[in-house]
């Protein structure tokens, strides 16, 4: 054993680290792809490491068309094809703006279409859904499956491709958000109050 502790060499980590919050507040077992989830939050809030990680959700998967939602306590992120850049970001929301997340179901073309559907305080801008202003914006959404719906801004949908997983996604964005409010209303421990106990 001491020969082995006093070589150079010494393995890597053998797993991504894990900080995540399971429901209730307890600590998770170890999950890969929590993990995964995490790391890819960090790299899209440029490492702002007081954003708890909540999921991390596979909305479509096909050849053409993939969609994936990466949940925190602060945001939604929803990530089109590729890595997980700011530049794959399809559509960005704020818990702050968010009221809740909801299951609908379209009919579009004689096809049935299952939908998350976010319902926001005011209306999203197209610049915090990581899109230019422009009128090819619309087309864009529509073909990644995020769609404004009839209220504007008000109600962005995202497209899923099972109506399990949209409800899986739902309650893990409602989740989140109530979290997000029990944060906001919590009061913040200062160090210089005094020590009563």
């Known amino acids: 054993a001491r020969q082995a502790s006093a070589q150079a060499h010494r393995p890597g980590h053998g797993r991504r680290t894990l900080g995540c919050v399971a429901h209730g ?9 929590s ?7 960090l790299q ?14 596979v909305l479509r998967n096909t050849q053409k068309d993939k969609m994936s939602a990466i949940i925190s306590t602060e945001q939604i992120f929803f990530l089109g094809s590729g890595k997980p850049l700011p530049k794959s ?7 702050s703006d968010l009221k809740h997340a909801e299951v609908v179901c379209a009919r579009q073309k004689g096809e049935l279409q299952i939908y998350v559907r976010l319902t926001l305080h005011g209306v999203l801008s197209i610049a915090s859904s990581g899109a230019a202003s422009s009128p090819s914006t619309a087309a864009q959404h529509s073909r990644s499956g995020v769609d404004a719906g009839q209220t504007g801004n008000r109600k962005p949908r995202v497209r899923c491709s099972q109506e399990k997983v949209a409800t899986k996604v739902a309650q893990e964005i409602n989740y989140a958000k109530s979290l997000h409010q029990q944060r906001m209303l919590m009061v913040p421990q200062s160090d210089t109050s005094p020590n009563i106990w």
């Open 44 to 57: 899209l809030n440029d490492g702002n490491e007081n954003e708890t990680f909540i999921a991390m959700e």
């Open 89 to 95: 970001v399809v559509l960005q929301v704020a818990m």
């Open 25 to 33: 507040g307890a600590l998770p077992s170890f999950n890969e792809k």
């Open 35 to 41: 993990a995964l989830g995490q790391q890819y939050l």
